[in-house]
């Protein structure tokens, strides 16, 4: 009976999804090609014919990761357009979406240790993603004066940190981190303190 590898006919895919598996259930650091090629149903000399170690399966998955968060966060800009606010802050959303819906990709991205720049092809897929934020940011600060306009690229940054940090600390049931508030709330509450302090959005709304 061929391996379940070779049936589906991507040996390589199904070890991505085999590395995503057990990214999620024990960690970037948790696991050996062993494992992944066993969780795939083939030899683990069949994982050296597509990757040279662990993080380069780890770099692949990160990679397709970060074009599908790419793809979501255009998805959400583009759905609340043409309003500016409304696009950038979809954008936020999006962010926290996608750690909840894919939390392999999220950790093989944000927490593996592995470098946005490991290869051409990650730093691409990486930089696709960060410039559908930065796009929107840019798009919402024209709305700013320019002498109190912050580049897009630091606009975008804070409102990635933030979201990152609401993921880190209340998405995922950390041990002793708690809040009454869901992390969605949470996320667009701060979006809409920082949003005013620049301008746009009126105090009181």
């Known amino acids: 009976m ?9 040996l390589r895919q199904a070890l991505v999804e085999a590395a995503l598996r057990l990214i999620e259930s024990k960690g970037p650091t948790g696991f050996t090609l062993t494992e992944a090629a066993k969780q795939a149903g083939v030899t683990p000399a069949a994982v050296y014919r597509h990757f040279e170690g662990r993080e380069d399966l780890i770099a692949e998955a990160a990679r397709q990761g970060f074009l599908m ?4 966060m255009q998805h959400a800009y583009d759905k609340y357009q043409p309003s500016a606010l409304a696009a950038f802050e979809a954008t936020g959303r999006a962010y926290l979406a996608f750690a909840r ?12 240790g592995i470098s946005a720049n490991r290869t051409p092809e990650l730093a691409d897929a990486a930089a696709r993603a960060r410039g559908v934020l930065e796009r ?6 024209k709305h700013i004066p320019a002498d109190k306009r912050p580049p897009a690229t630091m606009f975008s940054a804070h409102i990635m940190a933030m979201s990152h940090g609401v993921v880190e600390l209340y998405a995922r049931n950390a041990p002793g981190t708690s809040s009454p508030y869901a992390p969605e709330d949470l996320l667009e509450s701060g979006i809409g303190v920082y949003l005013r302090g620049l301008g746009l959005i009126a105090p009181d709304s």
């Open 2 to 10: 061929p391996k379940r590898g070779y049936h589906h006919g991507n």
């Open 69 to 72: 968060f790419a793809d979501l």
């Open 101 to 112: 819906k894919h939390p392999g990709h999220y950790i093989a991205m944000f927490e593996s």
């Open 136 to 141: 929107a940011a840019n798009e919402l600060s």
